[in-house]
């Protein structure tokens, strides 16, 4: 297997969360685009592990998976409150500090 | 050899397909759905790259825990099933520009940087040099792992509490 097929794929997949995030509307749609974003480095992270033949890359894969974990729980705590007070979970509806 | 990259080839591209999906579908719920595909996927990446701790931690974590969060979302939010307005903004061609833009940069750079290395696989990677490495190697950036949870759980216990 080449490391560039992984890198590559990894890359692919961080250039959707990217495109994700700029478009959606939806701020739940925005997280799952974030999340692809982590996705995407964990992949480079494991595929370097193999090959330098460490374990250090996936020892960083699991601790950002960990922090991913808890920006997905402190995300969507968030989103419920803008929903509570705005009624809505449209990005484009928290405009408080637009002059 | 050859079995390994059709069995990557299928993958990547169910992953890429997934991918699309999250960022393109109008559908919530089956953006969630399709973070699955490309989840599930990455762990099948994992387990070719002999990984297995970090394949199935990320079956457990994320299909587990974190769709269910994230259907959770989509549930309290009441997110529209059956939306009357675009779920995008006006921006889907701009928004090509940067990601069209990364990609082919970072792709470029990975390419030259890198060529053809190959990853020259020897056995998996046993449960115990994981285990050593995170309780020794990185045991105070493990415990910090640990407290910054602990604050996730109690900033989002407070943020979401109903007073």
Known sequence: ???????????????????????????????MSVELMLAAVNVNLVAFSAYLHTVAGQTFALFVLTIAAAEVGVGLAMILLIYRNLSSSDLDDVDVLKG | MIAENVAFGIIAAAMAIGAIGVVRTQNVVHAALFLVVVLAGAAAQYILLGAEFVAWVQVLVYIGAVIVLFLFGIMLT???MHPTEPMDNNLRIWALLPSGLLAIVLGGLLVDAFGRDKIHLTAPTANVEITNSIFRVYLVPFEVVGVLLLAALIGAVVLARKD
Do not use: C, D, E, K
């Open chain 1, 1 to 31: 297997m080449l490391l560039n097929q992984f890198l590559l794929l990894g890359a692919f997949l961080f250039a959707a969360g990217v495109y994700g995030v700029v478009t959606r509307r939806n701020s739940v749609l925005v997280l």
């Open chain 2, 78 to 80: 009441r997110a529209p």
